[in-house]
């Protein structure tokens, strides 16, 4: 297997045999906590930025080699939209101790993020799905979970909000 294999299944965690974007999504979360963590939500959205258009580029290639459109083994977009919904949700730089802290809400923001993430990728609703029923090639692919990372981002922000308003 080459490196254009390995980074499209995110370090082949695309190859789960069950549920393999799940996998991919938690790959990428725990990744994801890491970079937020040492480097704060800017560095995380530019990070998702720059591996997105790689992906775009090589999720092409490998379309263009298998014939295969949006193999369910490439992972790497769950990876961006993981990304994005963590640089917009936390939106703040935390060590890893803060995780843990009740009061902070990081992790509740962080798994919320994670859980809608993961719905509005399934279910793929509005936007959403058009572009993943219209859209052809590496944008199409990508673009999908990229959205989807928006929604949750912004979703999680709202309702965590609302929550902070009520209580």
């Known amino acids: 297997m080459n490196l254009n294999w390995m980074f499209i299944t995110l370090f082949y965690s695309g190859l789960f045999p069950k549920a393999p974007g799940t996998a ?26 720059l591996i997105s258009v790689i992906a ?15 193999d369910k083994r ?14 917009i949700a936390p939106a703040v730089s935390f060590s890893l101790e803060e995780l843990f802290v009740l009061d902070n809400m990081l ?31 590496g944008l199409g692919v990508m673009g999908d979970d990229i959205i989807a990372g928006f929604a949750a981002g912004i979703s999680t922000a709202l309702l965590i909000e609302a929550y902070k308003y009520i209580m």
């Open 74 to 87: 490439i992972v790497i977009d769950e990876l961006a939209g993981m990304w994005i919904a963590l640089s």
């Open 107 to 137: 992790l509740l923001q962080i798994v919320l993020s994670f859980i809608l993430f993961r719905v509005y990728d399934i279910k793929k609703p509005s936007i959403i799905g058009r572009i993943d029923r219209e859209v052809n090639g």
């Open 24 to 49: 991919g999504t938690v790959v990428a979360l725990v990744l994801g906590i890491l970079l937020l963590s040492y480097f704060g939500p800017q560095t995380l959205f530019l990070a998702t930025l």
């Open 56 to 70: 775009i580029k090589e999720i092409d290639k490998y379309e263009a080699a298998s014939g295969i459109h949006d």
